[in-house]
């Protein structure tokens, strides 16, 4: 079964520092891309940053762009996500998905993890 | 930014009514749209991409169509299980992924 699973949220105050991880099992992770994507009442989903199957490639969304860092350990089938200069508004539910781009074309999310709180407050 | 618009924001429906929910996007997408279920407490579940395409064990019910940048789901005969939350998600402009806010599917 396929099978992501993140762990590492947390409450952190603003201006604090996050690592998410995300085991994989299930499917040869080295193979394909990935992705985080994160959901909040109010702003719905939003997705955050890609990484290739290499991790040689990565990319991010504007909101996050120089404070979070994507990365991935193929050897240890996992993914992280390292959050610095959290905001208030970066609080959500943080899901890793297996990005679908390189078999469909284009990012598509499929599975994705049961999500990591991540709450951001003084 | 593209702007994924989703219609109704909720609907009200009993089982076996066929159910549609309509995604507009603020520009050409080209066919590069998927429809995701999510159940409360859970994560979203990949049902249809590229408009129109199911996803491996997705029901025959679900269906995909597309006109200009107008996208809909069809649950041609709405089950017990299929009630839940619904998202368009455009995958035309990375890395600007964008979502739709989500249509909610309720019992009658």
């Known amino acids: 079964e396929v099978q992501l699973v993140e762990s590492g949220g947390g409450v952190v105050q603003p201006g604090g520092s996050l690592r998410l991880s995300c085991a994989a099992s299930?499917?040869?992770?080295?193979?394909?891309?990935m992705s985080w994507v994160r959901q909040t009442p109010g702003k719905g989903l939003e997705w955050l940053s890609f990484?290739?199957?290499?991790?040689?490639?990565?990319d991010y969304a504007d909101s996050v762009k120089g404070r979070f860092t994507i990365s991935r350990d193929n050897a240890k089938n996992s993914l992280f996500l390292q959050m610095n200069s959290l905001r208030v508004d970066d609080t959500a539910l943080y899901f890793c998905?297996?990005?679908?781009?390189?078999?469909?074309?284009?990012?598509?999310?499929?599975?994705w993890g049961q999500g990591t709180l991540v709450t951001v407050s003084s | 930014d593209i702007q994924m618009t989703q219609s109704p924001s909720f609907v009200s429906a009993s089982v076996g009514d066929r159910v549609t929910i309509t995604c507009r996007a603020s520009q050409d997408i080209s066919s590069w749209l998927a429809w995701y279920q999510q159940k409360p407490g859970k994560a979203p579940k990949l049902l249809i991409y590229t408009a129109f395409t199911l996803q491996s064990g997705v029901p025959s019910r679900f269906s995909g169509s597309q006109s200009g940048t107008e996208f809909t789901l069809t649950i041609s005969s709405l089950q017990p299980e299929d009630f839940a939350t619904y998202y368009c998600q455009q995958a035309k402009n990375f890395p600007a992924l964008t979502f739709g806010q989500g249509t909610r599917v309720d019992i009658k």
């Open positions: 998905a297996r990005d679908l781009r390189s078999r469909y074309g284009a990012n598509y999310f499929d599975p």
């Open positions: 299930g499917f040869t992770f080295s193979s394909y891309e």
């Open positions: 990484i290739s199957d290499s991790g040689r490639a990565v």
